[in-house]
């Protein structure tokens, strides 16, 4: 089992930046699939970003540009940077990590605030 514990959620206005943080109990390593999703009230969780074992991204269009995903091999952890955030980021943030022969892992989602 592998826990993934979110942090870095809160309040921000528009137009401003968050960094979210993903720590993982299991080594995260150029094997890892990890990525973030979110989901607002009354609608699908959805990808915002994705780390290939490679390294490569890939954002949806809504954050192209703002939002940047990121891991630290030494540190076990998953970054999310959000820049010129808008109102309707406001969701809770979820990481997601999957490893092979082992499985997919959730951490427990941290919430974002936009006011515009």
């Known amino acids: 089992q592998v826990q993934l514990v979110e942090s870095g959620g809160g309040w921000v206005q528009a137009g401003g930046s968050l960094r979210l943080s993903c720590a993982a109990s299991?080594?995260?390593?150029?094997?890892?699939?990890m990525g973030w999703y979110r989901q607002a009230p009354g609608k699908q969780r959805e990808l915002v970003a994705g780390?290939?074992?490679?390294?490569?991204?890939n954002y949806p269009d809504s954050v192209k540009g703002r939002f940047t995903i990121s891991r630290d091999f030494a540190k076990n952890t998953v970054y999310l940077q959000m820049n010129s955030l808008k109102p309707e980021d406001t969701a809770v943030y979820y990481c997601?990590?999957?490893?092979?022969?082992?499985?997919?892992?959730w951490g427990q989602g941290t919430q974002v605030t936009v006011s515009s």
């Open positions: 997601r990590g999957f490893w092979a022969g082992t499985g997919e892992f």
């Open positions: 299991g080594t995260i390593y150029n094997g890892n699939v």
């Open positions: 780390i290939a074992g490679d390294g490569r991204t």
